[in-house]
């Protein structure tokens, strides 16, 4: 199919630009909340960049929609990336350009056959903590009973709840804040059952390909014990026939002396 395969050859071009221009993105989000006393032309400059990336991946969007010939099929099988480029549009859902990004990049992500699952979720875990570290000060910070006031509160807050210890030193009181920290806590759970089913099937195959081998050795050394036996029982037959012809003689010694007169 001659369409697929330009739109196969684009995304394989374009995930290396796309994986920087998120790393820009992740950039110009992070100096605002980190730096919110900055001057209003970096600020402006961040915007424009979020902007900038945001663009990028909804061009991206477009040319592999383009590219595509079933259409129809390509927006059912890659809603998550239309739900990305769409939802940011609307103003009050700032915070969910953050999420868009890692969504498309996610996906994007997981198309390359050379990233392994473990790398996958080590660099989930620490995007996550990041990237909810800065959304919760974002809402917090700013917040009249908020107790996240800086970036190390708003990390320790992140780790707690991805690992849903909730020591309960710090909490959102904001209800985006809460919701962030729903999703991090599903987040969490998510991670940590994709770690521990990784882990059970790496025991699992190792126990199946060492049986494997176990099983191969075991019908080598069967064949071997047949192929001796068989050695065996061709070794005797030609022994007893080379034992027995001297006997079977008419003048053998034997023979002679049985029938030789008595005096």
Same mark, same amino acid.
């Given at each position: 199919?001659?369409?697929?395969?330009?739109?196969?050859?684009?995304?394989?071009?374009?995930?290396?630009?796309?994986?920087?221009?998120?790393?820009?993105?992740?950039?110009?989000?992070?100096?605002?909340?980190?730096?919110?006393?900055?001057?209003?032309?970096?600020?402006?400059?961040?915007?424009?960049?979020?902007?900038?990336?945001?663009?990028?991946?909804?061009?991206?969007?477009?040319?592999?929609?383009?590219?595509?010939?079933?259409?129809?099929?390509?927006?059912?099988?890659?809603?998550?990336?239309?739900?990305?480029?769409?939802?940011?549009?609307?103003?009050?859902?700032?915070?969910?350009?953050? #999420?868009?990004? $890692?969504? *498309?990049?996610?996906? %994007?992500?997981?198309? !390359?056959?050379?990233?392994? @699952?473990?790398?996958? /979720? +080590?660099?989930?875990?620490?995007?996550?903590?990041?990237?909810?570290?800065?959304?919760?000060?974002?809402?917090?910070?700013?917040?009249?009973?908020?107790?996240?006031?800086?970036?190390?509160?708003?990390?320790?807050?992140?780790?707690?709840?991805?690992?849903?210890?909730?020591?309960?030193?710090?909490?959102?009181?904001?209800?985006?804040?809460?919701?962030?920290?729903?999703?991090?806590?599903?987040?969490?759970?998510?991670?940590?059952?994709?770690?521990?089913?990784?882990?059970?099937?790496?025991?699992?195959?190792?126990?199946?390909?060492?049986?494997? #081998?176990?099983? $191969?050795? *075991?019908?080598?050394? %069967?064949?071997?014990? !047949?192929?001796?036996?068989? @050695?065996?029982?061709? /070794? +005797?037959?030609?022994?007893?026939?080379?034992?027995?012809?001297?006997?079977?003689?008419?003048?053998?010694?034997?023979?002679?002396?049985?029938?030789?007169?008595?005096?």
């Amino acid at each position: 199919m001659k369409e697929p395969s330009r739109r196969l050859l684009w995304e394989r071009r374009s995930q290396t630009p796309l994986l920087v221009l998120a790393v820009a993105f992740a950039v110009a989000y992070a100096v605002p909340i980190v730096a919110p006393d900055a001057s209003e032309r970096l600020h402006g400059l961040c915007a424009y960049v979020e902007w900038t990336v945001w663009g990028a991946f909804a061009v991206d969007y477009l040319v592999r929609l383009g590219l595509t010939e079933d259409r129809r099929h390509f927006v059912r099988t890659h809603w998550l990336d239309l739900a990305a480029v769409v939802l940011p549009l609307v103003q009050p859902l700032r915070l969910l350009r953050l #999420v868009a990004t $890692l969504m *498309l990049v996610g996906r %994007r992500a997981r198309m !390359a056959p050379q990233i392994q @699952l473990t790398t996958y /979720v +080590a660099g989930s875990v620490v995007g996550l903590l990041m990237f909810g570290s800065l959304a919760v000060l974002s809402v917090e910070r700013d917040a009249p009973e908020g107790n996240i006031k800086n970036l190390g509160d708003a990390v320790w807050w992140s780790f707690t709840t991805m690992t849903t210890v909730g020591y309960g030193d710090h909490s959102p009181t904001t209800g985006l804040g809460r919701v962030l920290a729903v999703g991090l806590m599903l987040s969490g759970i998510a991670l940590l059952g994709v770690v521990t089913a990784n882990i059970a099937a790496w025991f699992i195959s190792r126990f199946e390909r060492d049986d494997q #081998v176990e099983r $191969l050795q *075991l019908a080598a050394i %069967r064949e071997l014990q !047949a192929e001796v036996r068989a @050695l065996r029982g061709e /070794v +005797a037959r030609l022994g007893g026939g080379a034992d027995g012809a001297p006997s079977a003689g008419p003048g053998t010694p034997a023979q002679r002396g049985a029938s030789a007169p008595t005096p």
